[in-house]
């Protein structure tokens, strides 16, 4: 007998748990960068791991990479698998995920019908009566902003419009609306927020969110060539993670100069341990402004080093991979300094958390010139 078009339940190809399983994917708002959407599939990692606690059957479908806006390369060839940037074994001890070339290999029509598709929206005003509380409603007119990751065999049977605010687990409410669904989807996946930032649970999906082991075998060796160091803690150099582009444009309150960033690094490290003079910079500059700020820190007795991927590696790991192996550098230097309220950083200072670098050497931000400067909060781990 068939059973839905996924399989034919007399062949022995049937995969009778996929009959039982129920699905979610989401997609997040199209400008967003890579690295604040690691943080929303953390979000939705934990839902799916609390919900295996209660025996039931959702699995989380990790959503390709798919066309991100800072990335230029014309490598990338969208879409991309989670594979290329992590490690999916690691990812599926913590949560019950799958990639979406998985679940295409069950569904022999080749068609993959979303049952409900639920477009989350912020609500006007988040603070009802001077009260933020969790609540959500459907109705409104909405748009769904997405491209399916680029795929033209993927449908929407029903599209829904949900004003959302408050924690994630509250989805569920929406989804036992329908229990018959078995393929849940949601748009703007960022706008539910962590049920509980920085406990034990959050830190054990946090590491399991090992990266793909080329890209790791790829930093280290660049680690151990430049700074001589095999070990997690390297003493030995001092790294920066320098944003540009939208930041040095838009956020100029926040970021400094190239001459203040100079200024920063040096003091940093004469404070820190003045016997350094490795520089490790991290950045999505343009390559005038790292030529200067190379030119700047050598004058001053500096060897700077920066990650500059060959045309094979950039073939290879894509714009995304060599972000991660900038990451990686950073991770494991001795002093971090990074941007202020940037993801790309965040993730660098919980790598460093997980490492067991005292946090006094991760919680560094560069400032701007005119030395109005909050210190950035510290997220420490909780084991
Ligand atoms: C203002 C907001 O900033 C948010 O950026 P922010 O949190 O820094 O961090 P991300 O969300 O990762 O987005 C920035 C992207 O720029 C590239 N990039 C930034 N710094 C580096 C670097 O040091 N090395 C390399 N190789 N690439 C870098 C990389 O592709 C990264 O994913 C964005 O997600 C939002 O879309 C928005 O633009």
Redesign the pocket.
Known sequence: EKQDGYCDLKEKTCDRDFLNEKFIIYDVNP????????DVYMRFAIMLSDARQHNENWKLILPPWYS????KAKQNDYPMPWSNFFDVKSLKKFAPVVELHEVFSKIDSNIFKIDRLYVLQNYDDAFENGEFRDKWEIGGDCDYDGSLWGYNNITVKKTICVKYQGRISKLWELISLNPADKFVMFAHGEIPLHDQYGTKTFWDCRKSMKFNKNLISRAKKYIYKYFNCNNKICNNYVSV???????AR??KKDVPSIGGTVKQIDNAIKNYNPHIVNIF????GQNSELIELEKQLSDIGFKVHL?LPTQLELDTFK??G??I???II?SHAAYFIG?Y???????IQEEREILGFDSSTTFNRLCPDNGRCEVPSKWKIVN
């Open positions: 400008p967003e960068g890579f690295n604040l959407r690691r991100l806006y800072h990335w993670h320098w944003r540009r582009q939208d930041f838009s956020r910079i991290a950045s999505d990650y714009d995304g060599v972000a192996i900038d990451q950073c941007t309220e940037s993801t790309f950083t965040f993730r």
